[in-house]
């Protein structure tokens, strides 16, 4: 994960993270939580559309490991959810490149960011996001 010197604080951000690879969603979780956010983790779409049930996130961040994987069935479910229900939460996809970034974004995703991931970037981008 490349690092930055200036990180904007999400301080207050309820976040859901979602991703089904342990060691990249442990480096993302410790980076936003360094940035002072709340983080639910989740390894999959179905038990993070579980936690969408019951807690209300200001934010996805959707580590996407294959075109195959199930984020796109994940931000699709949570877009056909009623505004009250979080069916408007901002998503960010983090992938390995950017190759996949137009489908991505038609599918529901706002942001694409790539791995290595850089911590200021990622904090601005959350912030951006959740602040429009």
Do not use: Y
Not at 74 to 82: E, F, T
Not at 85 to 107: I, M, N, Q, Y
């Amino acid at each position: 994960m490349a690092e930055s010197t200036s990180v904007t604080s999400l301080r207050g951000m309820h976040l859901l993270l979602v991703g089904g690879n342990i060691p990249h969603a442990r480096i993302l979780k410790r980076a936003l939580e360094t940035s002072h956010a709340l983080v639910v983790a989740c390894a999959s779409a179905a038990e993070a559309l579980r936690v969408m049930e019951h807690v209300r996130v200001d934010i996805l961040v959707v580590d996407v490991q294959d075109p195959d994987d199930d984020s796109r069935q994940l931000i699709g479910d949570v877009r056909a959810l009623s505004r009250e229900h979080g069916g408007d939460t901002p998503a960010v996809a983090v992938t390995r490149s950017l190759k996949d970034r137009e489908a991505l974004l038609a599918a529901g995703f706002q942001a694409n960011l790539t791995r290595p991931v850089d911590v200021a970037n990622l904090c601005q981008t959350v912030a951006a996001l959740v602040h429009r």
